[in-house]
């Protein structure tokens, strides 16, 4: 299958601060990548859709304020966590789609503000 | 609203003791159904998609199957390594590229 990469994949920051994750679709060009969020035993909760070369659409809930998303090229997407607070804490998932086709996940990032 | 459910929330196994998983769906029309692989602290694994009602595929030891309202992923005779969390997806016409997940069913297949 398709490779997508996601760095870093554990990350400790401190409160206040700010984090960016990066989700790179490395064989082939990603039309859509999707940011989920995961807490421990639960699914996948989608917290937003991005398009290359336009704004992410989020889902109900997600703040885009705190909740940067980038997408500045069909291979690139990066996720901004910004002024970190320890509800942050949590697993991030990237994936990956191009048109209809399989979408393929990232590694995932544990994220943990102290 | 989309809907996806995956039952039993948990499964554990002998080694060689086979079984089924349920994803039953609830969309207004349905452009894919997707089963992920999901090992603790990674990322899901893609395994299947499936299209339209009667569809089946195969990968080793593992089998899925649609109908129009759910799918079953079958898993023949597992051994230790198929231990994971399997997630079920779906992909409505109306929602673009999203998909749906169900809340995942965790295998433990004991020796």
């Known amino acids: 299958g398709a490779v997508v990469s996601q760095h870093p994949s554990r990350v400790i920051c401190k409160s206040g601060t700010s984090v960016k994750i990066e989700c790179r679709s490395l064989?082939?060009?990603?039309?859509?990548m999707f940011w989920y969020r995961q807490f421990p035993k639960q699914s996948l909760m989608l917290m937003a859709t991005s398009n290359e070369g336009s704004k992410a659409t989020y889902e109900q809930g997600v703040e885009k304020d705190k909740f940067l998303i980038n997408h500045a090229s069909l291979t690139l997407s990066t996720l901004t966590v910004t002024s970190a607070h320890p509800e942050d804490s949590s697993f991030y998932i990237c994936?990956?789609?191009?048109?209809?086709?399989?979408?393929?996940f990232g590694q995932g990032t544990r994220l943990t503000v102290v | 609203e989309d809907q996806v459910t995956q039952s039993p929330e948990a499964l554990r196994l002998q080694e060689g003791e086979s079984s089924s998983l349920n994803c039953s769906y609830t969309v207004s029309g349905l452009r894919g159904l997707f089963w992920y692989r999901q090992d603790p602290g990674k990322g899901p694994e893609f395994l299947f998609t499936?299209?339209?009602a009667g569809e089946e595929k195969e990968k080793e030891r593992l089998k899925a199957t649609l109908t129009k309202k759910e799918s079953f992923l079958h898993i023949t005779a597992p051994k230790p390594e198929d231990s994971a969390t399997y997630l079920c997806?779906?992909?409505?016409?109306?929602?673009?590229?999203?998909?749906?997940f169900g809340g995942g069913t965790r295998v433990l297949v004991k020796p």
């Open positions: 997806a779906v992909q409505a016409t109306a929602a673009g590229n999203k998909l749906t």
């Open positions: 499936l299209y339209s």
């Open positions: 994936s990956a789609r191009r048109d209809n086709w399989e979408a393929f």
């Open positions: 064989d082939f060009q990603a039309t859509t």
